[in-house]
């Protein structure tokens, strides 16, 4: 079993946008996702993020709240990061869209816009783009939506030695109303930092553990989902 710092924390969920160090809780309850400034994260002008979709707005802005809180945001040579996203329904939502305009006239007013977005993966490399990233990067789709799928993902590729650094996370807009059930899993994009040996002289929230079953620690104590992790390792930081 090997350990492997938290440095940063970064979500966006129906209960707000946020940093781990800047918060002294967090929440991820069903309801309307807020919007997205990208003047917050981004110093320099970003018009393409206005033109994404719903879900690569909310993947991208967590990953970069995650550098941020983690004093990895700002770069001038491309750095061995990578990224691991997990998901339930993906851009499935922005697949139905894309769709609707592909049916009438048989094709012939077929989106480009929303055809560059029906891959789940899109905004990973949006991310890598703008902060210089050139690690591994991949979605996964969930079978059991706890949330950590990314995130234990990402943890193997450091035990395998693969990367030193990586973020892991998960990001969700939930199922589209065309297929009339409900909700899953409440919207939102949540990543996390992880670092061997960490670069920067911020405090890690604490020390991730994989044991051999594939199941998460936090400092030894067993993880149930995002909203677990998050409040410990927010909790744990307070504390020091």
Wanted: hydrophobic share 40%.
């Amino acid at each position: 079993m090997i350990d492997i710092n938290i440095t940063g924390i970064g979500w966006v969920t129906a209960a707000g946008i946020g940093l781990g160090r800047e918060h002294q809780r967090f929440a991820m309850p069903r309801g309307q996702l807020p919007e997205i400034n990208p003047a917050d994260m981004f110093k320099k002008p970003y018009p393409n993020f206005r033109r994404m979709d719903e879900y690569s707005r909310l993947g991208l802005t967590a990953t970069a709240l995650a550098l941020i809180d983690a004093g990895l945001s700002e770069w001038t040579r491309e750095r061995d990061i990578g990224i691991i996203a997990s998901t339930y329904y993906g851009c499935l939502g922005t697949d139905v869209d894309y769709y609707k305009t592909v049916i009438p006239d048989r094709g012939a007013q077929a989106s480009p816009a929303l055809f560059s977005y029906t891959l789940a993966n899109g905004f990973l490399g949006e991310a890598a783009i703008r902060f210089g990233l050139t690690g591994i990067n991949y979605v996964i789709t969930e079978q059991r939506p706890t949330g950590l799928a990314g995130l234990q993902t990402a943890m193997e590729h450091i035990a395998r030695g693969a990367v030193e650094k990586i973020l892991g996370g998960d990001c969700d807009v939930g199922c589209p109303p065309i297929f009339g059930e409900p909700t899953k899993v409440p919207p939102g994009a949540v990543f996390f930092m992880l670092e061997t040996s960490p670069t920067s002289k911020r405090s890690s929230y604490g020390r991730l553990q994989l044991n051999g079953a594939g199941d998460l620690l936090l400092d030894g104590g067993e993880i149930k989902d995002l909203t677990d992790i998050v409040q410990k390792c927010i909790t744990s930081y307070r504390s020091i």
